[in-house]
C-alpha cells in the first residue's frame, strides 16, 4: 500500500497563561517570575533543559507586563537603548552568546542592555539552560553581573507535568488522542519535556505515513515490547 501523501501543516504554538500547566516541577519558577517587584537588582535568570518551557514562561511573563522578547542570538544588531526604553524586556538563549559569529559584539550589547534597563528601573528575564556560573563569557563585567544575578530553575518533569506536556503538544498539533494513551506514553517514554516534543512529533508522522489515526497499537512499535 502507498504511504500516505505528507503535508506540512504548521504547528500552532500556544503560548498564553490560561495554556500553561502549573505542577510542582515549575510552581516555584513561575511563583518567583510572577513575584517580580521582588526580583534582586531586578533581573532573573530562568534555567531549564530544552523544551522544559522556558519560551511559554517567559511569554507569559510579558504578555503580563508588556515586556519584549528578544532572541539573544539577535542582541549584536539590535537597537540596545530602544529595548531598554521598553523597561520590561526578555533575553531567549542567553547562554549561547558565545557560539555566535562575534560573541563580543553580542555580550557587549548584553551588558549594555542589562545597565541600561535596570538604570531605568526596568526588569530584565534571562531564559538559558544552565546558569550564569557555567556560561563561556568572555567579557569580565558581563560575567560579574550575570553571575550575581539570581536563578528560577525548572526541574524535571513529573507525572503531571509530563501528561500537560504531551497534551498540550498533541493541541498544538490538533490531534486528539484516546484518553488512555497519555497515562500509557507517561509510563514508558524518556523523562524530559524534549522527549515528550520528539514522540508527538515521531507519532504524528507515522500516523500521517500509515494514513491511521494515532492510538496505543501504532505508539507500541516505538517502545521495547513489556508484560
Given at each position: 500500500m502507498a504511504e500516505q501523501l505528507i503535508l506540512d501543516l504548521p504547528v500552532r504554538q500556544a503560548l498564553g497563561r490560561d495554556a500553561f500547566f502549573v505542577s510542582p516541577s515549575?510552581?516555584?519558577?513561575?511563583?518567583?517570575?510572577?513575584?517580580?517587584?521582588n526580583w534582586p537588582s531586578g533581573k532573573l535568570v530562568l534555567v531549564g533543559p530544552e523544551g522544559a518551557g522556558k519560551t511559554h514562561m517567559a511569554h507569559v511573563w510579558a504578555s503580563d507586563h508588556g515586556a519584549v522578547i528578544v532572541?539573544?542570538?539577535?542582541?549584536?544588531?539590535?537597537?540596545?537603548?530602544?529595548?531598554?526604553?521598553?523597561?520590561?524586556?526578555?533575553?531567549?538563549?542567553?547562554?549561547?552568546?558565545?557560539?555566535?559569529?562575534?560573541?563580543?559584539?553580542?555580550?557587549?550589547?548584553?551588558?549594555?542592555?542589562?545597565?541600561?534597563?535596570?538604570?531605568?528601573?526596568?526588569?530584565?528575564?534571562?531564559?538559558?539552560?544552565?546558569?550564569?556560573?557555567?556560561?563561556?563569557?568572555?567579557?569580565p563585567d558581563l560575567a560579574s553581573r550575570?553571575?550575581?544575578?539570581?536563578?528560577?530553575?525548572?526541574?524535571?518533569?513529573?507525572?503531571m507535568l509530563l501528561t500537560a506536556m504531551l497534551v498540550k503538544q498533541f493541541d498544538d498539533r490538533q490531534i486528539a488522542v484516546p484518553g488512555t494513551l497519555i497515562p500509557w506514553l507517561v509510563k514508558r517514554m524518556e523523562r524530559s519535556a524534549e522527549a515528550a516534543r520528539r514522540l508527538v512529533e515521531t507519532l504524528d508522522d507515522a500516523a500521517l505515513r500509515s494514513g491511521k489515526p494515532i492510538s496505543r497499537s501504532l505508539a507500541a512499535q516505538f517502545f521495547p515490547k513489556d508484560d
Open positions: 515549575n510552581a516555584v519558577a513561575m511563583a518567583t517570575l510572577d513575584a517580580v517587584d532572541p539573544g542570538d539577535t542582541l549584536d544588531d539590535a537597537n540596545i537603548p530602544a529595548l531598554a526604553a521598553r523597561r520590561f524586556v526578555v533575553v531567549e538563549d542567553a547562554d549561547r552568546l558565545s557560539t555566535l559569529p562575534d560573541p563580543r559584539r553580542a555580550e557587549e550589547a548584553l551588558f549594555h542592555l542589562h545597565n541600561l534597563t535596570l538604570a531605568e528601573g526596568g526588569r530584565l528575564l534571562l531564559t538559558a539552560q544552565s546558569a550564569p556560573n557555567h556560561w563561556t563569557l568572555g567579557l550575570m553571575q550575581g544575578t539570581t536563578v528560577a530553575r525548572i526541574e524535571a518533569p513529573d507525572d
